[in-house]
């Protein structure tokens, strides 16, 4: 694949120019998907549709009447968001008997007014509820980025991760409701953007716990993202700034966010906070104690994203779906009917009152910098037949990113180095709810020094 691995702006360049036709690069894209050795990155490809829309992009450019930098280039969804005439199945076998979206997705619209080529969907979690990537029935992806052996994708967009890792396609749009953004996105070295709740229409999107629910996608740079990001919106053109890094003010967690971090992370996330500094980022460090407070309410009333799920799947547990589902899913869903209607009020007024109160404790322009998360992909072979093994992995792989869903955050995970075994660590910018546009001209600002 010539055009492989290139990101939005280099195939942008050679779109306009007309050195590239979008056809050819549909085809190419496809191609690619069909031959490679992981057949598990995509759950269905929509060619037709793909083709068509590549054809209007070509017309439009050859007629000078371009939508912009993001006509033509291909997009992939994670199997959440509704494609007219496909059935969204969720990374799951039971909703595949499901009558196709009789239309797309709001957000899957405007990507396609932006001039954007739908080529399919991603696989994932089933259902999106683990952070892992692991799906008995679609396969689980295999990192790119692993030298020995299949390493963790990242989950609930693994396939989104991993596509644009391995330079399938240069954006895959994912959901992040505990981490599915992030999380991928640091396991696979690349960008993953979690928007604030709410920044986008969320119709046609298949839910996991609305109350925690966000969009996001998932890109090789951080300028890519911006792109993506306003097209989501509707807009034409980002109102994203730089934010220069001379003067900004950033707070590393010192609670929760380390525990047991793997000293690869560490060293590697250390090293990048060193070079903001160099770079005349201010950068001081501060406990949280609400961050515990945070698990010790779920452990004494139970996790929020585990009720609403449950409320969501109350019914197919009970039925005949729930033999055919992932049976960690559905033990973990299942938690969910301890959780009390009063435990799941206390829940919800906790959250109002965390969030207020965390408002409090940083400065209107600060960011929180911490490690995505405090390992790197680990194998997969040791966590399929381990039922500890996987829900203790999955606990300490959503740990850090939760925190941000929970407290609705919005956040970017940029690629910072490697740890054990040459795999990719993120570090991640968090700012407040609404903060976006801040957090990601301070990441497009940062990214190249993050990078090192």
């Not at 939508?67 to 595949?96: E, H, N, Q, R, Y």
């Not at 609930?156 to 991928?184: C, K, M, N, Y």
């Not at 967690?253 to 090293?271: K, N, S, Y």
């Not at 160099?278 to 698990?295: N, T, W």
């Amino acid at each position: 694949m010539a055009h492989k691995g290139k990101n939005i702006a280099q195939l942008s360049v050679l779109i306009q120019s007309g050195h590239l036709d979008p056809r050819s690069l549909v085809e190419e894209t496809l191609d690619a998907i069909d031959k490679d050795d992981d057949q598990a990155i995509f759950i269905c490809l929509t060619a037709e549709r793909a083709m068509a829309e590549a054809e209007a992009a070509s017309k439009r450019i050859r007629e000078g009447r371009s939508c912009g930098v993001l006509d033509g280039i291909p997009v992939a969804w994670k199997d959440l968001f509704d494609l007219a005439g496909v059935a969204t199945t969720a990374g799951s076998t039971v909703l595949s008997n499901d009558a196709p979206a009789a239309r797309d997705a709001d957000v899957v619209t405007a990507l396609k007014q932006a001039g954007m080529v739908s080529i399919g969907r991603t696989n994932m979690s089933e259902f999106a509820f683990s952070g892992l990537g692991i799906n008995p029935h679609y396969g689980t992806p295999r990192n790119p980025a692993s030298q020995d052996g299949h390493r963790l994708p990242g989950g609930s967009s693994s396939g989104a991760g991993v596509a644009v890792a391995a330079g399938l396609v240069p954006v895959a749009i994912g959901t992040d409701t505990g981490g599915s953004v992030r999380i991928p996105a640091a396991f696979n070295g690349v960008v993953g953007y979690k928007a604030s709740r709410g920044r986008y229409s969320m119709r046609g999107v298949y839910p996991l716990a609305k109350s925690l629910d966000s969009l996001g996608p998932l890109t090789r740079t951080v300028q890519d993202a911006v792109w993506v990001d306003a097209a989501m919106r509707g807009k034409a053109t980002a109102d994203v700034a730089r934010s220069p890094l001379s003067g900004l003010s950033l707070v590393v967690p010192e609670t929760v966010f380390f525990d047991a971090v793997e000293d690869g992370v560490a060293a590697a996330f250390e090293q990048a906070v060193e070079r903001l500094v160099r770079a005349g980022a201010s950068v001081r460090r501060q406990a949280f104690p609400i961050f515990s407070e945070l698990f010790e309410l779920i452990r004494q009333k139970g996790a929020l994203v585990t009720a609403e799920a449950f409320a969501l799947h109350k019914a197919r547990l009970e039925g005949a779906d729930a033999a055919r589902m992932d049976p960690r899913v559905v033990a973990r869903t299942k938690l969910g009917a301890n959780i009390s209607m009063p435990d799941y009020i206390a829940i919800i007024e906790a959250r109002e009152r965390m969030t207020a109160a965390f408002m409090g404790m940083i400065g209107k322009d600060e960011l929180l910098v911490s490690p995505t998360l405090p390992h790197v992909a680990a194998k997969v072979a040791p966590l399929v037949d381990d039922d500890d093994a996987f829900f203790a992995m999955n606990a300490k792989t959503l740990r850090n990113t939760q925190i941000g869903n929970f407290l609705d955050l919005c956040g970017v995970s940029i690629p910072c180095g490697t740890g054990e075994a040459g795999m990719p660590v993120g570090l991640l910018l968090s700012g407040l709810h609404g903060m976006d546009e801040y957090v990601l001209g301070v990441a497009m600002a940062a990214e190249e020094i993050v990078r090192g």
